[in-house]
C-alpha cells in the first residue's frame, strides 16, 4: 500500500480504537466506526478521482488490495449493525443459534466463491486484469448486490466487491468466534 493510502488506514484504525474508548454503547461505537470508514472511504475517492491510476500495476493493486482493506470496514461494521437489530436478546439458546446462522452465512459465501477465494489467498495473479481493471462500459450495467459504498462506476472493477466482502466476512469470522465463545462458556 502506498504512504498516502497507509497515512489514510492508519488514521482510520486510530479512529476505531477512539471510538470503542469512548462510545457509551456498543450500538454508539458501531455507528462512529461506520461513519469513520465511509468518510475515510469518500477522502480515498476524492484521491483517486483527483490523481487517477499511475499505470495498470497500480490500478490492480488499489483494486485488489486497497479499496478492499478500506471498504471491508463498512461492510463489517454494516454486519455487526445488522447483529444488533437482529439477534435476540435475553436468550442463551436462541443467540447461540442466531450465531451458527451468521457463521453458516458467512460460510454459504466462501463455499460459493470458493474459486476466486482460493485465487486470493494463494497470490495468484494471472486473472488480475479480468478481475481488477475498470471496464470501459460501466454505466451501462449495474449489478444486483452493489454495495452501499460502491455508488461511484468508475471506482469499481469487476471483483473488489468480491475482496471487500471476503475481508468482511474475515473480519466478522473473528467477532461471531468470540461471540459463540462467550455463549458456550455462560
Same mark, same amino acid.
Not at 454503547?25 to 475517492?45: H, N, Q, R, V, Y
Not at 499511475?54 to 478500506?70: G, M, N, Q
Given at each position: ?75 463489517? =461494521? ?40 482460493? =485465487? ?10 479480468? =478481475? ?50 462467550? =455463549?458456550?462458556?455462560?
Amino acid at each position: 500500500m502506498s504512504p498516502e493510502y497507509q497515512e489514510y488506514y492508519q488514521q482510520l484504525l486510530t479512529a476505531f480504537h477512539s471510538h470503542e474508548e469512548t462510545s457509551r454503547t456498543e450500538m454508539e461505537m458501531i455507528e462512529a466506526c461506520f461513519k469513520s470508514s465511509l468518510d475515510c472511504w469518500g477522502k480515498l475517492c476524492r484521491l483517486v478521482k483527483a490523481n487517477g491510476f499511475r499505470d495498470i500495476r497500480d490500478e490492480i493493486c488499489f483494486f485488489r488490495e486497497v479499496k478492499p482493506s478500506f471498504a471491508a470496514y463498512i461492510e463489517y =461494521y454494516t454486519f455487526r449493525y445488522h447483529a444488533i437489530l437482529f439477534a435476540p436478546s435475553n436468550d442463551i439458546l436462541g443467540m447461540k443459534q442466531f450465531w451458527r446462522w451468521e457463521e453458516k452465512k458467512m460460510q454459504r459465501f466462501f463455499d460459493d466463491n470458493r474459486e476466486f477465494c482460493r =485465487y486470493l489467498r494463494e497470490g495468484d495473479t494471472h486473472r488480475d486484469t479480468e =478481475y481488477f481493471i475498470r471496464v470501459a462500459d460501466r454505466n451501462s450495467t449495474r449489478h444486483a448486490g452493489d454495495l452501499i459504498h460502491d455508488i461511484d462506476n468508475e471506482l469499481v472493477s469487476p471483483k473488489d466487491p468480491l475482496v471487500t466482502i471476503m475481508k468482511a466476512y474475515e473480519l466478522y469470522e473473528q467477532f461471531i468466534k468470540q461471540k459463540l465463545l462467550n =455463549y458456550l462458556e455462560a
